[in-house]
């Protein structure tokens, strides 16, 4: 782990220069996988965020930063980061879950709603 | 490995089919298209379409939320196959083409008829270039760099390497096309070959100026008419690669930094981005500056895009807004108490523009907040900027297409013979239903924009929840703004007054 601190904490409005791109590896050719890489951040005063001990890169909080991990860092986890990386993203699919139950449920409601509209318009 | 990237493959299939026959089956698509049909079929109220269009956006919205997996959205980002080179035979004959078409505008335009539609001068540039080869930058590729003709001009002179600040690039840029705007909507450019030559005079004088002074930098950094195209052409599936043509999806390009101007460090080829922050001693200090003020200057070109983009959705609004019926009630009534009508498009123009960018901040602002997160708010405005290109572009065929077809003969018959056309030109009729076609350009460039929108929002933010919910700020916007684009198309066309 020689990875140096990048400077993520500014608090201006100023993005600090690009973080040390962990996340996605920039692609050098102008193949189809060119990534913007890891964003740089910046943590509001005060705060005290949770940073990922790979890039440094701060979240608002632990959960967050261990999806993180298993996003950006799958391949250098220890044992236990990597349970801990499984334990957060089963709890994120069953938020998931009822998120895409409320989402059908708009989907249900914005095309009912439209199609009423438009047999009272049109009758 | 291979058996479940099928697997998924099957998926993304199923769910953009799935999405496509929900949006086609919708019964804002179909009457939409019925709109100016007269006759027996009932009309639908202007306030519906604009519903309807809102709502369609709402929907794709949410369809592109039951899709959260990073792979799959990466997969789709990244479908694409290599084309080959171009030939360079191909580049000089565009080049050459170009400087021919720029020589026979501009003698026709002085010495061809007055009359405005018999004109090759007027046709070529309203017809041909503003409303067709912008058409067919977003839709198929960007060929103006080899077109170019100024750019072919400037080659043959002397060329020197000022730095402009990309702070200084993007101000002249961005008054470039507002002033173009201005110009193009405001004064009998349309009318007065002539006066449209003198234009086009002046504006190669100023290019080429800005040419000799900043080199080729000038064309890919200052002039606008380059940026304009350089822009719209991300939208198109074609796109020019370090090896060659590369065909992908529509818009999967504006989920990426620009291939166009790598970012610094890139070409390296080193994987890992140094950083130069931690007083790493490896670098002597002088390099360590100079590349962090490379990133910084392709920093600040990014940001240039952004606000480039922003106006550019603007003037197109802007175009369609002062020929509704709305804007001549109101402009009336302005002048009527004594404002100078110049000075109300100017003053509009300007506060438009400085709300549509207003707007889009705040909207970055509000989505860090929605998303909880601490990535930076000019990290944001960057990456999310390039998914209100298919608005823009969505926007300019629905106000541009029916013209371009209808004097498309024009222009074929008066090119044959530029000096005495025949007296009567052929113009296409286009039938009633043909106003919908419109309406579904705006609702499609929407549709893509939140497809975009969505792919950027898995690249910047964490885990899978997150990235839905930051998005929902731009989601309202979109919506608000499919719903005044659309009332604004389908109004009918009146000649703006005063000008």
Redesign the interface.
């Known amino acids: 782990m020689i990875h140096?601190?990048?400077?993520?904490d500014r608090t201006d409005?100023?993005?600090?220069?690009?973080?040390?791109?962990?996340e996605?590896?920039?692609?050098?050719?102008?193949?189809?996988?060119?990534?913007?890489?890891a964003?740089?951040?910046?943590?509001?005063p005060g705060a005290d965020?949770s940073r990922c001990p790979y890039c440094d890169?701060?979240?608002?909080s632990d959960r967050?930063r261990t999806?993180?991990l298993g996003?950006a860092h799958a391949a250098e986890l220890t044992d236990e980061q990597a349970e801990a990386v499984a334990a957060v993203r089963d709890e994120?699919a069953d938020?998931?879950f009822v998120?895409?139950l409320k989402?059908?449920a708009?989907?249900v409601l914005?095309?009912m709603g439209?199609?009423y509209?438009?047999a009272f318009?049109?009758s | 490995m291979t058996r479940s990237r099928s697997a998924r493959r099957w998926v993304v299939t199923a769910v953009v089919a799935a999405a496509v026959l929900a949006l086609l089956t919708r019964p804002g698509a179909a009457h939409g298209g019925t709109l100016r049909l007269s006759g027996s079929s009932p009309q639908v109220p202007f306030w519906l379409v604009s519903l309807t269009g809102g709502g369609v956006i709402g929907v794709s919205f949410l369809f592109a939320a039951l899709v959260t997996d990073h792979d799959l959205i990466r997969d789709v980002a990244a479908t694409g196959r290599r084309l080959g080179a171009i030939p360079a035979s191909l580049t000089g004959l565009a080049r050459a083409a170009g400087v021919a078409g720029f020589v026979v505008v501009v003698a026709v335009g002085l010495v061809g008829p007055s009359t405005p539609t018999a004109n090759l001068a007027v046709l070529a540039i309203w017809v041909g270039w503003w409303a067709g080869f912008t058409a067919l930058t977003y839709l198929a590729g960007n060929a103006w760099p080899a077109i170019n003709p100024w750019r072919t001009l400037a080659a043959l002179l002397p060329a020197g390497d000022r730095r402009v600040s990309p702070r200084a690039a993007t101000a002249i840029s961005v008054g470039g096309l507002l002033a173009l705007v201005y110009l193009e909507v405001l004064s009998p450019l349309s009318e007065d070959p002539v006066l449209l030559v003198a234009a086009v005079l002046a504006y190669s004088l100023a290019t080429l100026a800005g040419a000799v002074v900043v080199g080729d930098g000038w064309f890919e950094r200052v002039d606008p008419i380059s940026r304009v195209f350089r822009l719209y052409g991300r939208i198109a599936p074609i796109q020019r690669t370090g090896d060659g043509l590369r065909l992908s999806l529509p818009g999967a390009e504006l989920t990426r930094p620009p291939a166009t101007d790598p970012r610094p460090g890139e070409r390296a080829g080193s994987a890992a981005d140094p950083q130069p922050a931690g007083g790493s001693s490896r670098a002597d200090g002088g390099t360590a500056a100079a590349r962090s003020q490379d990133r910084g200057a392709w920093w600040a070109r990014r940001e240039g895009d952004a606000t480039f983009v922003v106006a550019l959705l603007w003037v197109t609004t802007f175009d369609g807004l002062v020929s509704t019926a709305a804007w001549e009630t109101f402009a009336r009534a302005a002048v009527g108490v004594g404002v100078p009508a110049h000075a109300l498009y100017v003053a509009v123009l300007l506060v438009g523009f400085g709300v549509f960018l207003v707007g889009y901040r705040l909207a970055c602002r509000l989505s860090r907040r929605t998303g909880n997160s601490y990535v930076s708010v000019p990290e944001i405005r960057v990456r999310f900027a390039p998914s209100l290109l298919p608005i823009a572009a969505g926007y300019h065929l629905a106000h541009y297409l029916d013209y371009l077809l209808s004097l498309l003969p024009s222009l074929a018959v008066v090119a044959t013979d530029p000096l005495s056309p025949p007296a009567s030109l052929p113009v296409l009729t286009l039938p009633g239903w043909f106003g919908g076609v419109g309406l579904l350009a705006i609702v499609a460039g929407h549709v893509l924009a939140v497809g975009v929108a969505h792919a950027v929002a898995f690249e910047t933010f964490t885990g899978r929840l997150q990235p839905i919910r930051s998005q929902y700020p731009f989601i309202v916007v979109m919506v608000l703004y499919t719903m005044i684009s659309l009332w604004l198309v389908s109004q009918p066309t009146v000649e703006p007054p005063f000008v």
């Open positions: 140096a601190r990048a400077i993520h409005d100023r993005p600090a220069a690009r973080p040390d791109g962990g996605t590896p920039p692609d050098a050719g102008g193949r189809g996988d060119r990534r913007w890489g964003p740089s951040t910046a943590v509001p965020p890169r701060p979240f608002p967050r999806l993180h996003d994120e938020d998931l998120y895409h989402v059908v708009a989907i914005l095309l439209l199609a509209v438009y318009v049109l």
